[in-house]
Structure formats: structure tokens, C-alpha cells
């Protein structure tokens, strides 16, 4: 009897321990036979060729939404005046900003570009100076992206896309287009242009016509660099190593100038080819000067060159170059303005009771944009018929200033 008792015993130890191994097995296999994980336990499905020792994430990310309350669009750039239009992409807003030679011009990576990489189009992020509404920085966006001479696209404005090679993006109604330099329309688009093109994830914020362009390419800038370098009379930038400019096609005059050396040199700019030019053609023997006389059309003017009183009417010995001009009248803002000295003599007069200083009204108002406008639109006109706009058709400063125009203008030498 005590035998029977035990074997019993013996084997409910054994069943029970059957089970617990059978219940361990199952445990360790992963669970049920669909898949899912037991309650309280995330289930991970390593794709193949993942090595193990490679992290997974056990809840996919989901991707930030992009900020764009700080991003600009540049809808007008006035190189002479000094002048960039932007709107908030975010507000709406439209503000007129002024950039000097102490601006830093900087592409997505923040390395540095110039000016006319900023053209009507671009998206922007800036920094203020804190100081005349005058801008420390401004710099390519790089929450967007961009596609530059594309000529494999399809416009369908009643479907509201532009497929770009194989892919479709939305225009919008925010979506804004641009040719030569002021805001166009979609019928402006034709098959055979050449777009630029700015969007954000599928959305496109601007089209940009660039049909008609092309590219000068300086070398041999050491001696000019820290100045300015013009194109024509609507293209000022500041010269800096191996730079490249996006210019309408025609011919033009350009001219730099830096301590006692310039010149001025004819090119033509075709239509997308690259044009070179090397500033060691336009160094020419120094150092060179310029017997310039300023005068002031109020009475009791001080007026300073690099810092330094000059006398009014007087003719001051001034090297090639970049100059800083200052007139104060005691009543109006300081009047400062950059000349870029180019001729053997000149004589200047000026207003400086005519500012372009902002202090009020932040927001661009139609006066800003009609004569931005007027002064960067291109305007070609074919005056001696040879099918080119020749910047010989229009007048050209060679005693520039970037923000203002000069009158009385005297003593152009051209050193072709």
C-alpha cells in the first residue's frame, strides 16, 4: 500500500513537471502561434540583413514639421540702392531690409556666396545687425529644397501640378513665380524655358524663369577682393575668391576697383554658358587717382571721405577703389553712401536730405515696390540692332554708388 502511495506521488511530480517544461518551451519560442507579442511586450521585426548588434527602433520617429516662421522669400534685390524685399513665408508679411559690404552672404552650408546668389525667389533666413534695419547675415535656407535648371518639366495649373522629371509637386495658392527679376504668372511658363524651382517637402513656394541667363565666372580676385565689382549699371557685388554670377545675357561693361587699381573691360554673357574673366586684365599700372569734387545742394554740409573732412567744391586726390562718403546737415539723418572710384576725374552732387533710412512702417509699401521695381527691371532695349541688349545702349556710372544715383556726373574713363 505505502508503495502505490508513493509511486502516485512520484508520478503527479512528474506530470506537473512535464508541464512547467512544456509551459517554459512556449514562453521562450516567443509566444502564440500568430505572431503577436503577450500583453505588456512590444514585438520586433528585424528586417533581414540587419546585423543583430544594430539598434532598431521599437516605435518609428515621426518627422518634425519644418519652422517656417523665420524663413523669407526674396521677392525684389536692388544692388544699387542696397535693398532686399522679403515676405514671411509664415505671416505673409512683406519687409524691406538694407545689406552693406560688412554683410555676410552665405549659402545652406554657411559658406560664403554673394549678393546676386539672393535674386527674387530665393528663401532666405536673416540676422538683423539691430542697427538702421541693416542686416548682419543672410543665408540660403536649408529647410527647403532646391532644383536649378530643370528643362524636364509639365505644368498643369488646372490640376494644380508641376511634374518635375517623373515626380509631381502641388502648387499652391501661396506658389509664386518670377522672371527677370518681378513676379509673373503661370502663362509666363513656356515649354521651353528653363526653370528654378523652391519647395518644401511637395509643395513648391517659387518658380523662377531663368531662360535667357547666364554665368560670369571671376579669377584672380586677390587684388580686388573687399570691393565691388560691376556688371553693367544694375549689378553690384562684393568681389570675393573665384565667385560666380548669374547674369541676363547681353553685353556689358564691368569694372572693378580696389587701392589704386582698376579698370573696365566689354564681355558678353550667352545664353547658359560660362563666361571668365580674369581681374588681373583690369589692374592696369598703379596706383591710379581721381580728382573728385563733392558738392552738397544745402548750405552748411560737412562732408567726410573714409572718415576724413574734405572741403565742398574742392577737387580731392582719391585712389581707385572703394570709398566711404558721410554728409551731415545738422537737422537730418547722417547721409552715407559707398562709391566705387573708377576715372580720373569726377565731380558729384548730392542731396542729403534725401535718406533712405526706415525709420517707421516696417512693411513694404507700393512706393518701395514701383521704384524697386523700375530699378531692377531689366528694360533691354536693342538701340543699335544687332539683336543683343548692349549695356552701350544705356548709361553707365563708372563713379558708382550702390544706393543712390549720382548726378553731375563727370569725367567717365573708359579703359577698354
Not at 117 to 123: I, N, S
Not at 233 to 242: D, F, H, M
Not at 282 to 291: D, Q
Not at 322 to 344: A, C, F, K, P
Amino acid at each position: 500500500m505505502e508503495i502505490k502511495v508513493r509511486e502516485k506521488i512520484l508520478r503527479f511530480f512528474f506530470i506537473i513537471s512535464i508541464m512547467v517544461l512544456a509551459l517554459f518551451a512556449m514562453t521562450a519560442c516567443g509566444g502564440a502561434d500568430d505572431g503577436t507579442a503577450p500583453a505588456g511586450e512590444v514585438s520586433v521585426t528585424r528586417k533581414p540583413g540587419i546585423p543583430k548588434t544594430e539598434e532598431v527602433a521599437e516605435t518609428p520617429e515621426e518627422e518634425a514639421a519644418v519652422d517656417t516662421t523665420e524663413l523669407y522669400i526674396v521677392q525684389l534685390l536692388n544692388t544699387k540702392k542696397e535693398k532686399i524685399f522679403l515676405k514671411n513665408l509664415y505671416t505673409g508679411r512683406e519687409y524691406v531690409y538694407r545689406y552693406s559690404l560688412m554683410t555676410d552672404f552665405l549659402d545652406k552650408y554657411g559658406g560664403d556666396t554673394n549678393v546676386t546668389a539672393f535674386g527674387p525667389g530665393r528663401v532666405v533666413t536673416i540676422t538683423e545687425s539691430g542697427r538702421d534695419r541693416t542686416l548682419d547675415i543672410i543665408q540660403a535656407a536649408d529647410q527647403v529644397w532646391t532644383y536649378d535648371d530643370i528643362v524636364n518639366f509639365d505644368l498643369d495649373e488646372d490640376r494644380g501640378v508641376l511634374q518635375i522629371g517623373s515626380t509631381n509637386y502641388r502648387l499652391t495658392a501661396d506658389t509664386m513665380v518670377f522672371s527677370r527679376d518681378i513676379e509673373v504668372g503661370y502663362d509666363d511658363i513656356g515649354e521651353d524655358d528653363t526653370l528654378s524651382v523652391i519647395g518644401l517637402d511637395k509643395d513648391i513656394l517659387t518658380i523662377t524663369i531663368t531662360t535667357g541667363h547666364g554665368y560670369l565666372t571671376v579669377i584672380n580676385t586677390e587684388k580686388f577682393e573687399g570691393s565691388l565689382l560691376c556688371v553693367g549699371s544694375t549689378i553690384y557685388a562684393k568681389v570675393t575668391p573665384e565667385m560666380t554670377l548669374t547674369v541676363p545675357e547681353g553685353k556689358y561693361r564691368v569694372t572693378a576697383a580696389n587701392k589704386g587699381y582698376g579698370g573696365t573691360k566689354k564681355i558678353k554673357i550667352k545664353r547658359n554658358e560660362t563666361t571668365i574673366l580674369d581681374l588681373k586684365e583690369l589692374e592696369g599700372e598703379g596706383p591710379k587717382y581721381c580728382k573728385l569734387t563733392v558738392k552738397s545742394s544745402v548750405d552748411g554740409s560737412s562732408i567726410y571721405l573714409d572718415g576724413n573732412e574734405i572741403e565742398e567744391g574742392k577737387r580731392t586726390k582719391v585712389p581707385y577703389g572703394r570709398h566711404t562718403l558721410t554728409i551731415q546737415v545738422e537737422g537730418y539723418d547722417t547721409w552715407t553712401r559707398t562709391l566705387l572710384v573708377n576715372s580720373e576725374t569726377a565731380e558729384i552732387t548730392v542731396d542729403p536730405t534725401t535718406s533712405s533710412e526706415r525709420e517707421e512702417d516696417e512693411e513694404v509699401s507700393e512706393d518701395d515696390v514701383e521704384e524697386s521695381t523700375t530699378t531692377n527691371t531689366t528694360g533691354h532695349t536693342d538701340r543699335d540692332g544687332d539683336g543683343d541688349y548692349d549695356e552701350d545702349d544705356a548709361e553707365v556710372d563708372y563713379l558708382s554708388t550702390v544706393n543712390e544715383m549720382i548726378s553731375n556726373l563727370a569725367g567717365v574713363n573708359d579703359n577698354d
